[in-house]
């Protein structure tokens, strides 16, 4: 368990938005990360990243590494969203050089440089 109470052995069903996005559920099942329906595209050092997330508009950011696995468990297992099987950037630092990935795939965390390139996939808080 993860300290935003997101269970790994029981994910909730994941969602529509009515903006048509992809919804994470929390453990109590209420709705708690809104997800961009897909990546941006290419593969993006970590500032190029962050820039993407922030050109989307208002609240849109990188994920942080348990919004990641949230993701994982409750869209890319259940072949929703349309994930790659490749390494996504979270905004969680390892060191100042450096932050926390997830891969899709094989589900194994790694820190990378900010000079590395991965995938993104942009999210906020839930809004009703």
């Known amino acids: 368990m993860l300290g935003l ?16 996005y992809f919804v994470v559920q929390n453990d109590q099942g209420r709705p ?8 941006i595209p290419g593969l993006l050092n970590f500032e190029e990243a962050q820039s993407a997330c922030d050109s989307m508009g208002e609240g849109w950011r990188l994920p942080e ?6 993701m994982r468990l409750q869209l890319y297992r259940k072949t929703q969203g349309d994930f790659q099987n490749k390494w996504y950037w ?13 891969h899709f795939g094989n589900g194994l965390e790694y820190y990378n440089f900010k000079t590395d390139h991965g995938c993104v996939r942009p999210v906020r808080d839930f809004r009703p």
């Open 5 to 20: 109470g997101i269970s790994c052995q029981n994910p909730k069903k994941s969602v529509l938005s009515s903006s048509g």
């Open 32 to 39: 708690w990360l809104e997800v961009a329906n897909k990546d």
């Open 65 to 70: 590494r348990e919004e990641l696995q949230a």
């Open 90 to 102: 979270s905004a969680t630092p390892n060191t100042a050089g450096s932050c926390w990935g997830l």
